[in-house]
């Protein structure tokens, strides 16, 4: 029998995580499809164990969910309305699958109230192995604007990080996370429209961001035709 | 024999208010003396409910505090960190005390390690009647340039709500909520300075405020100079 919820981890908090991407001009997003059946979707999450930081506790899940470590992770808001039960659809899968796992008071300890603490994480999508867990189908990357509707209130936590990302954005200049190591200037405008779901003039965007000297200019990238090749930037160490 | 932390609430979850008042261009905030004589002093706080949203329980223990209803309030951060447990002699006094009151389990309970979900609130100064806890021996304004070392984290607390509250201010224009009913365009601008603890210059930041079109011009304010008297300004309804 594992050791669970009634002498491992604290009760009735959880964690979800909202773990965005960035690839081929879309801002995207990690969701887990449950082996349920009933097409319930949903956001990886986990619990807190008793001896952890709410921070480490965060920085584990992703690191199952993702195979990375010293992901850049932003806590954003806690989810804690009374009525933030389990659909009770899903809630009888949770009990029959968990219950042949854990014993019965762990089983109602998982399917109890719970509030959820909201992180959000900023991943440089080349380098991620999605892990589903042990009550995933899947666990894929889908464009915000091509997500499903997903159990409990985790729409509304997706909605949520995503203004909360957007507020940082631009102040704690954080969308490096996103990027590869080195990128163009044009690659870097493209995620700033992709985020903020608008154009920007090139000019102003540029001087804006060389204002900030943050950036470090390297050789030029190489495209075939050199005079017109664009420099390459990285972040400032 | 109260029914308490085993029943009533969820356990190792706490919340602490940080309710900022304002006065004679002083920002101040609504700290407790313990009654524990060793000088512990901390910020309001108190649990959450099984049966009530994280909002609800903010409020009710903003109400009980304070004696005012639908105060402006906004939870900022989770402090989550593993070895945040009670100071040693605090919890000895804690343990004597609630002991007499509670049951044992309850008063362990107590004692626990506590996740805090961090709330502040704005409220008009003038309207709030401090009501003290059972545990505290005053509860009273203090300038958040006067704070005393208080038990926990929670000057810590202290300090990131004052960072949230200043990154809020302008964005969200949530400052009418430590001002009367009317005001004066210099009253505002003491707030504003106040706030962020550096001067504004007068023309522009009439200016600002007047674009943004949210406030409403009314009667002079009379001083005896009627020439010299300012205009007083409320919030558009």
């Given at each position: 029998m594992n050791k669970f919820g009634t002498e491992k981890y604290i009760a009735n908090l959880s964690i979800d995580c909202v773990i965005f991407g960035y690839e081929n001009k879309e801002l995207k997003v990690l969701v887990a499809k449950s082996k349920s059946g009933d097409g319930f979707w949903n956001l990886p999450g986990g619990y807190i164990m008793k001896t952890e930081s709410i921070e480490n506790a965060a920085s584990r899940i992703l690191k199952v969910r993702t195979g990375l470590e010293n992901i850049y992770l932003?806590?954003?808001?806690?989810?804690?309305?009374?009525?933030?039960?389990?659909?009770?659809?899903?809630?009888?899968?949770?009990?029959?699958?968990?219950?042949?796992?854990?014993?019965?008071?762990?089983?109602?300890?998982?399917?109890?109230?719970?509030?959820?603490?909201?992180?959000?994480a900023l991943v440089e999508i080349s380098k991620v192995n999605p892990q589903k867990g042990e009550l995933d189908e899947s666990l894929e990357w889908r464009s915000?604007?091509?997500?499903?509707?997903?159990?409990?209130?985790?729409?509304?936590?997706?909605?949520?990080?995503?203004?909360?990302?957007?507020?940082?954005?631009?102040?704690?200049?954080?969308g490096f996370n996103l990027l590869p190591e080195t990128f163009t200037m044009k690659e870097l405008q493209e995620l700033y429209e992709t985020v903020y779901?608008?154009?920007?003039?090139?000019?102003?965007?540029?001087k804006k961001i060389l204002d900030l000297n943050v950036l470090e200019r390297l050789e030029k990238k190489f495209t075939g035709a050199q005079n017109k090749a664009p420099y390459l930037y990285r972040l400032k160490r």
């Amino acid at each position: 029998m594992n050791k669970f919820g009634t002498e491992k981890y604290i009760a009735n908090l959880s964690i979800d995580c909202v773990i965005f991407g960035y690839e081929n001009k879309e801002l995207k997003v990690l969701v887990a499809k449950s082996k349920s059946g009933d097409g319930f979707w949903n956001l990886p999450g986990g619990y807190i164990m008793k001896t952890e930081s709410i921070e480490n506790a965060a920085s584990r899940i992703l690191k199952v969910r993702t195979g990375l470590e010293n992901i850049y992770l932003e806590q954003f808001k806690v989810f804690g309305h009374e009525n933030r039960i389990i659909d009770s659809k899903f809630r009888a899968f949770l009990l029959t699958h968990l219950t042949e796992k854990y014993n019965q008071a762990d089983a109602e300890w998982m399917t109890d109230r719970f509030i959820c603490i909201g992180f959000y994480a900023l991943v440089e999508i080349s380098k991620v192995n999605p892990q589903k867990g042990e009550l995933d189908e899947s666990l894929e990357w889908r464009s915000i604007k091509d997500v499903p509707e997903m159990m409990h209130d985790h729409n509304k936590i997706l909605d949520d990080a995503l203004k909360a990302l957007r507020q940082n954005f631009d102040q704690k200049f954080i969308g490096f996370n996103l990027l590869p190591e080195t990128f163009t200037m044009k690659e870097l405008q493209e995620l700033y429209e992709t985020v903020y779901n608008k154009p920007f003039a090139m000019n102003n965007f540029q001087k804006k961001i060389l204002d900030l000297n943050v950036l470090e200019r390297l050789e030029k990238k190489f495209t075939g035709a050199q005079n017109k090749a664009p420099y390459l930037y990285r972040l400032k160490r």
